[in-house]
């Protein structure tokens, strides 16, 4: 079992560039989602997904900030334009179901820094 | 969602037991209380679930009393390799799950 597989590892762009985050589930979870992490305000919930299916989007910072699962084994989170309040860790977790006491399974994120 | 409350840093030594206690005063019915692990640079991993009295697996015990208000997660005989931060989650995996909030965590430290 190859975890959950984030990339980039880490990306540096400069503000009003479209940053684009990939993430592969572990084979057979059918939910997904997506946190950052900062300093300032911990981890954060952005969205997730029941299969393929965006559930709750409520923790997206604003519009600028979209994600999408095409198949059950990729999603996307991208930001445009990048600002460089965007500058944190984001993670990408899966886990069997989102319920039946499923753990969540993190990727070792990908550090983003807008300059 | 209920809100959870840890220690923001502890300390212990190699070999030592520690118990990171968090408090949950508004815990619903349904709710369930699951501990992760994080270390540098890594995402958080989970360690132990429980709802109610005592869980054991091969890394860590969780201690839940009667009115669940709180939860002691006990990590027997720590080495360095446990310095890491704790979160506490709480919520309802049936309907929330996806909702679950990670609180400010602990830092634990452990010492030689």
């Known amino acids: 079992d190859a975890g959950v597989i984030q990339s980039p590892r880490h990306e540096v762009t400069e503000m009003g560039q479209e940053v684009t985050l990939r993430c592969k589930p572990i084979s057979g979870h059918n939910s997904l989602f997506w946190y950052r992490q900062t300093m300032m305000r911990g981890l954060e919930l952005l969205i997730y997904?029941?299969?393929?299916?965006?559930?709750?989007d409520s923790g997206m910072p604003e519009d600028r900030f979209s994600a999408k699962m095409p198949n059950a084994s990729f999603s996307t989170l991208k930001i445009q334009p990048s600002e460089p309040r965007d500058s944190a860790v984001y993670f990408c977790?899966?886990?069997?179901?989102?319920?039946?006491?499923?753990?969540?399974?993190f990727g070792n994120g990908t550090r983003l820094t807008v300059t | 969602l209920a809100k959870t409350t840890q220690p923001i840093s502890m300390d212990s030594y190699e070999g030592q037991e520690v118990n990171i206690t968090c408090s949950h005063n508004?815990?619903?019915?349904?709710?369930?209380i699951t501990w992760y692990q994080q270390f540098p640079s890594q995402g958080p991993r989970f360690i132990i679930q429980g709802y109610k009295t005592k869980v054991t697996n091969e890394v860590a015990s969780l201690f839940i009393p009667a009115d669940r208000k709180s939860s002691t997660l006990s990590l027997p005989r720590v080495s360095l390799s446990d310095t890491a931060v704790y979160y506490c989650l709480v919520g309802d995996p049936w309907t929330n799950a996806g909702k679950s909030t990670f609180g400010d965590g602990t830092t634990l430290t452990v010492k030689p």
């Open positions: 508004n815990i619903a019915t349904n709710d369930y």
């Open positions: 997904f029941n299969n393929n299916v965006p559930i709750d």
């Open positions: 977790a899966s886990s069997f179901q989102a319920g039946y006491n499923s753990p969540l399974h």
